[in-house]
């Protein structure tokens, strides 16, 4: 028999609201990668968690061991993929909510750019040579 798990009570995950609209952290993410990102990229990993949870539910019920271990993968990655964006998203802010401001120079954050790069346009220098053809 296999043991019951903390899916027993598996309610869907949900693609979260924004709290801003996609195009208020123009110019610096346009509209367009904003609504994409949102409503595409990050739902995908919304609907493939879910579906690999009714899946292993599935599983679960018949005993399924083999399909129940083929699963765990796609739940640990999907699931993964939408915390993660879940939290990215409350990472971002337009500027008249408080975003698009560099921290004071007493933060930690500057504090630890200007030990590391000297200063911020130092550390988007870098930033940018690295990640040019990614």
């Known amino acids: 028999m296999i043991p019951k798990n903390n899916f027993s ?3 869907p995950a949900k693609l979260p609201d924004l709290e801003y609209d996609y ?23 919304v609907t493939n968690f879910n579906k690999a949870v009714e899946e292993f539910l599935d599983a679960q019920s018949k005993g399924d ?5 083929q699963l765990q993968g796609a739940i640990k990655f999907n699931g993964g993929g939408h915390i993660n964006h879940s939290i990215f998203w409350t990472n971002l802010a337009p500027i008249k909510k408080g975003g698009g401001v560099l921290p004071g120079n007493d933060s930690k954050l500057t504090q630890q750019v200007l030990r590391d790069f000297g200063s911020y346009e130092n550390l988007i220098s870098e930033l940018t040579k690295k990640t040019v053809g990614v």
């Open 23 to 45: 195009g208020e952290l123009e110019p610096v993410i346009c509209h367009e990668i904003m609504q994409l990102h949102h409503s595409k990229h990050h739902n995908t990993y």
């Open 9 to 11: 009570s598996f309610q």
């Open 65 to 69: 061991t083999t399909k129940i271990a």
